[in-house]
């Protein structure tokens, strides 16, 4: 069986296509950004890359930065289109199935291309923002209910995507729902009791969607007798996270940790990291399941978590198993969440062994990698 898998470089994806290492399947991925180099965590898939540019030619770089009209006008005649590359890709492999991981950046532009195939079978895999804020994203209604209408199988990583996409006259084949990353690897032996953490850990996204800013502002709301004992760390940290953090007068008085966005760190590290930390907070204004919530959960951190669309209280009660940030703008809201989570130990205690007990049951990679490899087998068949 030949799979050609159409996604933007993300490590979800590369986690789960690894699902499939070592099987029958013949795989295939289509680089539909053509960004960075060969992946080598997925070195036995197919790689299609290197296709936008005709002729990659001396001084590309420095003609980009510093004469940046010139290079724009270079590139109209120097790139590819992307749909006559992916016509031929197809073409030349031939695939049983076609599946797409997240649709503005991977579906929409090869669209047409998929259209034209009617008897090839298409998968479609909703990420985060891809259906709850789509239009937010500038993708018109029509274009929306157009790729639907293409999809044969549709799998979410959350209930609610699955609620709007029906809602959108949807006619195809519900797969079900799946974490992007087809599941969680707990290692049990890092999940640390209650009385032994001392990390507070933050998502440091600052973009149009991410929003740890105002996570800082609560911080700085939060007496500083609650946190003086607490190693404060912010992973994926935006430089405007990372300015306000430096700049910060009570935060200095603080044991910080700041990785900047660009700064990989390796999945097993960071779930050790959520293994010893108390609370992980993730503010931001549109997302599907977050995957760091869930392995946050599974390493028994206690959850603040902003809850965009509903989609977070699928798996957070608030009050019981982690807190809901409702208003993300609301830094004094995320401060009092903040602040009743450390003055609630026996809560935290609780909501503990529900997460990690939740997320294994629910969310547990190896458990959930057969389901995932018969899907593309049913398809076939």
Same mark, same amino acid.
């Given at each position: 069986?030949?799979?050609?898998?159409?996604?933007?470089?993300?490590?979800?994806?590369?986690?789960?296509?690894?699902?499939?290492?070592?099987?029958?399947?013949?795989?295939?991925?289509?680089?539909?950004?053509?960004?960075?180099?060969?992946?080598?965590?997925?070195?036995?898939?197919?790689?299609?890359?290197?296709?936008?540019?005709?002729?990659?030619?001396?001084?590309?770089?420095?003609?980009?930065?510093?004469?940046?009209?010139?290079?724009?006008?270079?590139?109209?005649?120097?790139?590819?289109?992307?749909?006559?590359?992916?016509?031929?890709?197809?073409?030349?492999?031939?695939?049983?199935?076609?599946?797409?991981?997240?649709?503005?950046?991977?579906?929409?532009?090869?669209?047409?291309?998929?259209?034209?195939?009617?008897?090839?079978?298409?998968?479609?895999?909703?990420?985060?923002?891809?259906?709850? +804020?789509? $239009?937010? =994203?500038? @993708?018109?209604?029509?274009?929306?209910?157009? *790729?639907?209408?293409?999809? &044969?199988? %549709?799998?979410?990583?959350?209930?609610?995507?699955?609620?709007?996409?029906?809602?959108?006259?949807?006619?195809?084949?519900?797969?079900?729902?799946?974490?992007?990353?087809?599941?969680?690897?707990?290692?049990?032996?890092?999940?640390?009791?209650?009385?032994?953490?001392?990390?507070?850990?933050?998502?440091?996204?600052?973009?149009?969607?991410?929003?740890?800013?105002?996570?800082?502002?609560?911080?700085?709301?939060?007496?500083?007798?609650?946190?003086?004992?607490?190693?404060?760390?912010?992973?994926?940290?935006?430089?405007?996270?990372?300015?306000?953090?430096?700049?910060?007068? +009570?935060? $200095?008085? =603080?044991? @910080?940790?700041?990785?900047?966005?660009?700064? *990989?760190?390796?999945?097993? &590290?960071? %779930?050790?990291?959520?293994?010893?930390?108390?609370?992980?907070?993730?503010?931001?204004?549109?997302?599907?399941?977050?995957?760091?919530?869930?392995?946050?959960?599974?390493?028994?951190?206690?959850?603040?978590?902003?809850?965009?669309?509903?989609?977070?209280?699928?798996?957070?009660?608030?009050?019981?198993?982690?807190?809901?940030?409702?208003?993300?703008?609301?830094?004094?809201?995320?401060?009092?969440?903040?602040?009743?989570?450390?003055?609630?130990?026996?809560?935290?205690?609780?909501?503990?062994?529900?997460?990690?007990?939740?997320?294994?049951?629910?969310?547990?990679?190896?458990?959930? $990698?057969?389901?995932? @490899?018969?899907?593309?087998?049913?398809?076939?068949?």
């Amino acid at each position: 069986m030949k799979i050609l898998m159409i996604a933007i470089p993300n490590h979800h994806f590369f986690q789960w296509v690894n699902q499939l290492k070592g099987l029958e399947y013949e795989v295939y991925w289509f680089n539909s950004t053509d960004g960075g180099s060969k992946v080598d965590r997925i070195d036995w898939v197919h790689q299609i890359k290197g296709w936008k540019l005709k002729y990659d030619y001396p001084f590309r770089y420095f003609i980009k930065n510093k004469f940046p009209l010139i290079y724009q006008n270079i590139q109209f005649y120097n790139e590819r289109k992307i749909t006559t590359v992916f016509e031929k890709v197809v073409n030349d492999i031939q695939p049983d199935i076609i599946h797409c991981f997240e649709m503005q950046l991977a579906g929409l532009p090869v669209l047409e291309v998929i259209e034209q195939r009617v008897n090839l079978k298409f998968i479609y895999s909703s990420w985060g923002n891809d259906v709850y +804020f789509y $239009k937010e =994203l500038g @993708v018109p209604e029509e274009q929306f209910k157009k *790729f639907l209408k293409r999809v &044969d199988y %549709l799998i979410t990583d959350c209930k609610r995507d699955y609620e709007i996409i029906n809602q959108n006259d949807f006619r195809g084949k519900f797969l079900g729902v799946y974490p992007g990353n087809g599941g969680i690897n707990i290692e049990e032996k890092y999940i640390q009791a209650i009385k032994e953490r001392n990390v507070l850990i933050i998502k440091g996204y600052e973009d149009r969607l991410g929003k740890a800013l105002k996570v800082i502002e609560a911080i700085e709301l939060v007496p500083f007798e609650l946190l003086k004992n607490l190693q404060i760390i912010i992973y994926s940290a935006d430089i405007s996270v990372k300015e306000r953090v430096e700049k910060s007068d +009570f935060f $200095k008085s =603080l044991k @910080v940790e700041i990785y900047e966005r660009e700064v *990989f760190i390796a999945n097993a &590290d960071l %779930l050790q990291l959520m293994g010893r930390s108390i609370l992980h907070i993730a503010n931001n204004i549109s997302d599907g399941m977050p995957n760091v919530l869930l392995e946050a959960m599974g390493m028994g951190a206690f959850p603040i978590q902003s809850n965009p669309g509903k989609a977070t209280e699928e798996v957070i009660a608030h009050g019981v198993n982690g807190l809901l940030i409702e208003n993300p703008f609301d830094s004094l809201e995320i401060a009092k969440n903040i602040e009743w989570a450390i003055l609630n130990p026996a809560v935290r205690a609780q909501a503990q062994k529900h997460n990690v007990d939740f997320v294994a049951k629910n969310y547990n990679r190896e458990y959930l $990698k057969a389901g995932i @490899v018969q899907l593309y087998k049913d398809i076939i068949s």
